[in-house]
């Protein structure tokens, strides 16, 4: 069975400071791994995601992620936060041969103070 | 506008009075899914479908049931809810996992 865990419940940061949103993952066999961003009273959006090729993945509103089999983790991070990056991001995992089953981590509430 | 849309937002029953929450998208996704997502739990996913009369369950189907009788629909149904079904549910789909969820706005619910 696959799971991920997220380091971190809460992350209180400064505004224009970097960021690090921590994950790691556990599966026998290959996997998808996304990072999906839920602002408040919304659904959730995909940030980014790593199907393959290579490790360093860009998503939107500049952040990024680093896939790192050896430690089966896969970090968020971002240079500089801004205000509006205040939200909850959850990391997600699926298995290559299952197309439906997406397992989500508990979440990581970012906090972005001026 | 390409969305995935449940209703109704908000809603607030008696136990064991059967609901429905209904969810549409208009994108032609063949994956359907629902979660519910409650604090320091992450979103568990409930039941999942592959695509028209195809479905499966979850992590935690226990007290649900879902259908899926044209592509478009995937409607959630609680046949006798309980308190414990208090929760945050959003519906979501892809044309498949890979390619990312959309989700829904959720459907905040409460049993009492």
């Known amino acids: 069975a696959q799971s991920v865990t997220q380091l971190d419940s809460q992350v209180p940061v400064f505004e224009e400071a970097p960021v690090e949103l921590r994950c790691n993952y556990s599966?026998?066999?290959?996997?998808?791994l996304f990072w999906y961003v839920q602002y408040p009273n919304q659904g959730l959006q995909l940030l980014l995601k790593?199907?393959?090729?290579?490790?360093l993945v860009k998503g939107i509103n500049g952040f990024e992620a680093e896939f790192n089999k050896s430690q089966t983790s896969f970090h968020l991070r971002k240079p500089s936060v801004h205000i509006s990056d205040t939200a909850e991001y959850f990391c997600?995992?699926?298995?290559?041969?299952?197309?439906?089953?997406?397992?989500f981590g508990e979440g990581t509430q970012l906090t972005v103070n001026p | 506008e390409a969305q995935v849309t449940q209703n109704p937002r908000y809603l607030i029953t008696v136990t064991g009075k059967k609901l429905t929450v209904t969810c549409s998208q208009n994108?032609?996704?063949?994956?359907m899914s629902w979660y519910r997502q409650d604090p320091g739990l992450g979103l568990r996913q409930i039941y999942y479908s592959m695509n028209v009369e195809v479905t499966d369950k979850g992590d935690v189907p226990e007290g649900y049931k879902v259908s899926r009788k044209e592509k478009r629909n995937f409607p959630l149904i609680l046949e006798s809810p309980s308190p414990n079904q208090t929760s945050l549910y959003f519906c979501?789909?892809?044309?498949?996992?890979?390619?990312?969820?959309?989700f829904g706005s959720g459907t905040r619910l409460t049993v009492v």
């Open positions: 994108m032609n996704h063949e994956y």
């Open positions: 979501a789909s892809s044309y498949g996992t890979y390619r990312g969820y959309t």
């Open positions: 997600a995992v699926s298995k290559e041969t299952s197309g439906s089953r997406l397992t």
């Open positions: 599966s026998s066999v290959s996997v998808y």
């Open positions: 790593y199907l393959s090729g290579s490790t």
